[in-house]
């Protein structure tokens, strides 16, 4: 990779504050043309006392926010997100956009790296390929912030944070979208994954975050999670030394789009969002223009957000909130609605023991509606 005329290479962990730049790099904010991570290792030390609490990992944050007064379409560059393996180029979007050189991330280098944190904070599209892969370490956290952004690839963080957020660049108009889109081939997921002492042994450093983590998907303007993309952040599992299995939590969802004037913002929720839980499922807070909950068709102009009542019942959630922020919450005549959680529910133990740490938990977990007296009960807000 050829390094850029005006290029700034540091070591360790420290910042780079820009009075220690070169002169042309004050003057005008450095363009980034690669982002190399084929040897990247970020990692901590973990002892056998730590998998609870884990010392933190290395962090990564790139800014691409250009001096606001010269930021605008000719200098706005955008980010690319593919595995080098297979840098063919985006197939969920069109053309990569032609005003700048974008910055181009090899998102599988990314992986099992030791990051305990990546940010990624651009003022032009940020865009992930078909296929391409990031999958932090248990815990870790991850955000994207960008004029749009378009993910059709997957995002993996076990029991960690996801965080997509849009934003306007300073040369932004008010028909500007600022929208984000999940594809069909999208995976948002911070599920807490299966850990099995049994196997690895009683020195062994593993983590054991078992609670679902944290998902947050903010537009400015419309949300579209595509049919065939999912949101994540379900409980995992733990199997001790003993052989005794317990279970985790179920995490936290929020979807939210807030352009809430004239023009306003729309969402559109076709893929699969859950959170189940072995205990308590997790929470769901939905904002938007508006809500109406009940079997009535909404008109195609409206912006209100149509919400059948067995929505309630789906996903495994222990907490609903939906908020209006320009329209009402409204629950048309005659619905009903009654909330109701799936937990999951150990099956084969046998299987369970004979389970890796990093499984999948499907041949030996699986959902279940509890008994009355069982099934905890499920909280609905509506403002």
Same mark, same amino acid.
């Given at each position: 990779?050829?390094?850029?005329?005006?290029?700034?290479?540091?070591?360790?962990? %420290?910042?780079?504050?820009?009075?220690?730049? $070169?002169?042309?790099?004050?003057?005008? $904010? $450095?363009?980034?043309?690669?982002?190399?991570?084929?040897?990247?290792?970020?990692?901590?030390?973990?002892?056998?006392?730590?998998?609870?609490a884990a010392?933190?990992?290395?962090?990564?944050?790139?800014?691409l926010i250009n001096d606001v007064a010269n930021q605008n379409a000719a200098t706005v560059q955008n980010v690319l997100i593919e595995n080098l393996a297979s840098s063919t180029g985006l197939q969920f979007a069109s053309a990569r956009p032609a005003n700048s050189v974008p910055l181009i991330i090899a998102g599988? %280098?990314?992986?099992?790296?030791?990051?305990?944190?990546?940010?990624?904070?651009?003022a032009g599209s940020v865009e992930m390929a078909t296929g391409a892969t990031i999958a932090l370490d248990p815990g870790a956290s991850l955000a994207l912030k960008g004029k749009t952004l378009k993910i059709d690839g997957a995002?993996?963080?076990?029991?960690?944070?996801?965080?997509?957020?849009?934003?306007?660049?300073?040369?932004?108009?008010?028909?500007?979208?600022?929208?984000?889109?999940?594809?069909?081939?999208?995976?948002?997921?911070?599920?807490?994954?299966?850990?099995?002492d049994l196997l690895d042994g009683a020195k062994t450093t593993t983590s054991q975050l078992t609670d679902g983590g944290k998902i947050v998907v903010d537009a400015l303007g419309d949300l579209t999670v595509?049919?065939?993309?999912?949101?994540?952040?379900?409980?995992?599992?733990?199997?001790?030394? %003993?052989?005794?299995?317990?279970?985790?939590?179920?995490?936290?969802?929020?979807?939210?789009?807030?352009r809430a004037g004239a023009t306003g913002s729309r969402m559109t929720l076709d893929g699969v969002v859950t959170a189940y839980g072995f205990g308590i499922g997790g929470s769901l807070t939905l904002t938007a223009n508006g809500f109406r909950i009940g079997d009535a068709a909404v008109a195609a102009t409206d912006y209100t957000m149509l919400i059948n009542p067995t929505f309630f019942t789906a996903a495994g959630f222990a907490s609903y909130t939906l908020a209006g922020n320009r329209d009402s919450v409204e629950v048309t005549a005659g619905t009903q609605v009654r909330p109701q959680q799936s937990n999951l529910v150990f099956g084969d133990l046998q299987t369970a023991a004979r389970a890796g740490t990093?499984?999948?938990?499907n041949s030996f977990v699986g959902l279940s509606m509890l008994a009355d007296r069982q099934r905890k009960p499920v909280d609905i807000a509506l403002t």
């Open positions: 990779m050829a390094r850029a005329a005006c290029s700034v290479w540091g070591r360790g962990a %420290k910042a780079l504050p820009m009075a220690a730049m $070169p002169a042309c790099c004050r003057s005008r $904010p $450095p363009s980034l043309y690669g982002f190399d991570l084929a040897n990247l290792q970020a990692g901590a030390t973990t002892g056998v006392y730590q998998r609870d010392p933190h990992g290395g962090a990564i944050a790139i800014s599988d %280098k990314l992986n099992r790296s030791g990051l305990d944190s990546f940010t990624l904070d651009a995002i993996t963080a076990p029991s960690g944070s996801v965080a997509l957020r849009t934003q306007p660049p300073a040369s932004a108009t008010g028909e500007e979208n600022f929208t984000i889109d999940l594809g069909s081939h999208a995976l948002l997921s911070t599920s807490g994954r299966w850990t099995n595509a049919r065939g993309a999912e949101i994540h952040a379900d409980a995992g599992a733990r199997m001790s030394g %003993k052989g005794r299995v317990s279970g985790g939590d179920g995490g936290a969802i929020a979807l939210t789009t807030r990093g499984s999948s938990m």
